[in-house]
């Protein structure tokens, strides 16, 4: 009995002594929640106020304008076939096929990223372009405002000549007006961290005072040239794949094409090339993923497929990942 009692009045002092501990234990987690919270309130005013700057920064680049051909049938079928199967303008995940504009990037935590409506309906951003707007914005990345545009690859349609850009233009304003508004980005948490991190903006990427490459239209290594700007975007200026900036971070990394025999596609031989870039298949039987547009290149036409792998040929060979 005394034994019981000793035992008892001890589990009982025993029971207070751990209320107290715990009463400290939970205090300190409760200053650690607070404090915690409070760092990552910083951190998220810090990314939003980096992102939002880098988005409102503004850059100024004179141009001329470019001659955009009216009533042209020849332009604007031309227009078309750059816009569905070159430069992938219409692609579902950008533009869309009706050029009304829609979600590029729309799922939290990246955020919203909106191409916008291109058409003249309501909504159009472009309605009161000038031709000089048209170039600076398609091939350097700047919007009439003096803002940088976002996401749009302006790098991969620099090298394009002025009567390719006319012609895209022109399809463009023979499409028939979409009504659809053309929305603000809104970025979550990681796109503001992608943002303020990473070369996102084509103008960074873009060397605005280069000579473009001068070639006609045809199946060889000159035209191949300018062609290849629609790759390197994603491929990388050297070609030799890796990450893609600003990319869908589910994505995987584009790969080597320059002609190194181990990691690129020194071993291919054209129609391993034909078939990757317009089936999307490569010679071991696998399907490449979709970020790769190989949907889109299955309409180029054979002249430029046969230009791009003639100059992919004289590209110095590298090891994969170098971009
Ligand atoms: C929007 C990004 C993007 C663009 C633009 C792009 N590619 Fe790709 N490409 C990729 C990705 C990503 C892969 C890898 C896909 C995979 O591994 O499933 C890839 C894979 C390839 C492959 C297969 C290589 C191999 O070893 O399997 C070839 C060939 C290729 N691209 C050529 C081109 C050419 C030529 C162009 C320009 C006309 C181009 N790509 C434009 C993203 C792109």
């Known amino acids: 009995m005394i034994i019981q009692l000793r035992d008892s009045i001890f589990v009982g002092a025993n029971v207070a002594d751990k209320k107290k501990k715990m009463g400290l234990v939970k205090r300190l987690f409760l200053f650690g929640l607070v404090g ?10 810090g990314l939003y106020f980096a992102s939002s700057s880098a988005l409102a920064e503004e850059r100024e680049l004179a141009v001329e304008g470019i001659e ?60 009161n372009y000038k031709p000089e707007d048209w170039v600076r914005t398609v091939r350097h990345g700047l919007k009439p405002d003096g803002t940088r545009a976002l996401i749009m690859p302006s790098e991969d349609y620099w090298s394009f000549p002025d009567s390719d850009i006319g012609a895209v233009v022109s399809y463009i304003k023979s499409l028939p007006g979409v009504n659809r508004e053309s929305k603000k980005h809104s970025l979550g948490p990681i796109g503001m961290l992608i943002v303020a991190s990473e ?22 290594e000159e035209w191949g040239k300018v062609m290849i700007g629609a790759c390197t975007g994603c491929h990388g200026a050297t070609l030799s ?14 790969r080597n094409i320059t002609p190194d025999e181990a990691t690129g596609i020194g071993n291919w ?22 970020a790769m547009p190989w949907k889109a290149y299955a309409g180029m036409q054979e002249d430029d497929v046969e230009a791009l792998w003639k100059y992919l040929r004289t590209v110095p060979p590298k090891t994969s990942g170098g971009r």
């Open 241 to 254: 794949g890796g990450k893609i900036p600003g990319g869908d971070p589910s994505w995987p990394e584009s």
């Open 199 to 220: 070369p996102v903006f084509a103008w960074e990427k873009i060397d605005h005072k280069a000579e473009r490459p001068q070639a006609s239209r045809g199946p060889t």
């Open 269 to 290: 031989e054209y129609e391993d090339f034909k078939n990757a870039l317009q089936k999307g298949q490569r010679p071991d039987g696998a399907t490449l993923h979709d």
């Open 68 to 127: 955009i051909p009216e009533d042209d049938d020849d332009a604007v079928a031309h227009g078309k076939y750059l816009v569905d199967h070159v430069m992938g303008c219409s692609h579902s995940d950008c533009h869309q096929p009706d050029m009304g504009g829609g979600a590029t990037i729309d799922a939290f935590p990246l955020g919203l990223v909106y191409a916008p409506n291109l058409t003249s309906g309501e909504g159009s951003v472009t309605k």
């Open 36 to 45: 915690f919270l409070g760092l990552l309130g910083v951190a998220f005013g």
